[in-house]
């Protein structure tokens, strides 16, 4: 099984060089055929510092485009991809060492999933010292309702983390290039309509938070994740009942946002808005409590909560609940 990497890079100067190592230094290195990296319309010095790896490392490919979004990137490096498998890396991002062959240990188990991803990292601070272990909900390569709970939770299975099969593109099609937001998303809606996803334990990729993030406001993002909501009921009404909570689910994640960025009053109209959309759910009114908090300790509780939280999880997981 051979992987092609495909590595996207616009204005990633500072960050480009850990991505492109954390690729290399795989403990399956020699599962990869080739690394694609596509300089999409870099202003800062990242063309110089790609050209420098390139030399430094055979197996990378350089392509350039003209700054088209990271739809039109990844479509361009798949279009010359020649291996098997396809994996994606944000040029700001990087992986754990043994990412890859963790993901492909569970192809190699015979397993007739779409693709594998897994857990993430959240940091911001160079030295990682805020680095919080994000557990994302766990597809298995036999579940039958793959697209009405993917629909309904929204992930995050992130790009970053992704190993997939070639074929998936030769099946349903490329990234929607239209979209500069949330294409991710919705690339994966159409995954889960003829495939499944599987989840692999652990940590697979280090997600860097900074501002130049496309999803630095979650806020901004509502648009494109509500239009995704009205285009995927007309392509497949039977998610109609979900479209409430899901639309719940969006507001409450970004008004939770609104509120740890320090803009209450935003926070708690978009939490009151999830609200009405799903005033059963639990996790808006944690929200709202949140919200309601001095603000000297809101953030220590809101982390401490974060990490229970993600604790919880993992350990229910585990037990089987």
Excluded at 48 to 73: K, M, Q
Excluded at 132 to 159: A, E, N
Excluded at 169 to 198: H, P
Excluded at 270 to 285: E, G, Q, T
Aim: hydrophobic share 40%.
């Amino acid at each position: 099984m051979s992987v092609s990497v495909i590595l996207t890079c616009h204005n990633e100067e500072r960050f480009i060089v850990q991505a492109v190592e954390s690729v290399i230094n795989q403990t399956a290195s020699s599962r990869i055929k080739e690394i694609i990296i596509v300089n999409d319309g870099s202003t800062d010095g990242s063309a110089e510092v790609i050209a420098v790896l390139a030399r430094r490392e055979p197996r990378i490919h350089v392509l350039t485009a003209a700054g088209g979004g990271p739809s039109s990137a990844r479509n361009l490096a798949i279009r010359h991809a020649t291996s098997d498998f396809i994996a994606f890396l944000d040029g700001d991002d990087f992986w754990a060492e043994d990412k890859l062959e963790r993901q492909l240990a569970v192809f190699g188990n015979g397993c007739k999933a779409g693709l594998v991803y897994g857990d993430f990292v959240d940091f911001s601070a160079p030295d990682i010292s805020d680095a919080l272990h994000v557990t994302v909900r766990r597809y298995r390569g036999d579940q039958s309702d793959t697209l009405p709970t993917y629909f309904l939770l929204d992930g995050p299975i992130i790009p970053s983390s992704i190993l997939m099969r070639r074929q998936i593109v030769e099946d349903i099609g490329l990234f929607n290039e239209a979209l500069w937001l949330a294409e991710d998303t919705e690339f994966c809606m159409r995954v889960a309509e003829r495939w499944t996803f599987q989840y692999v334990a652990g940590a697979l990729v280090y997600k860097r938070r900074h501002d130049s993030n496309a999803t630095r406001r979650l806020d901004t993002l509502l648009p494109a994740a509500e239009r995704l909501t009205r285009e995927w009921i007309m392509r497949r009404p039977e998610l109609a009942h979900l479209a409430r909570r899901r639309n719940a689910r969006l507001y409450a994640k970004a008004g939770n946002d609104c509120v740890v960025k320090g803009e209450k009053k935003r926070g708690a109209r978009l939490l009151i808005r999830a609200m009405r959309h799903d005033p059963l759910s639990w996790r808006i009114y944690v929200c709202i409590f949140l919200c309601a908090m001095p603000r000297g300790m809101d953030p220590q509780v809101r982390r401490a909560a974060k990490l229970l939280f993600y604790r919880a999880v993992r350990n229910g997981y585990a037990d089987g609940s």
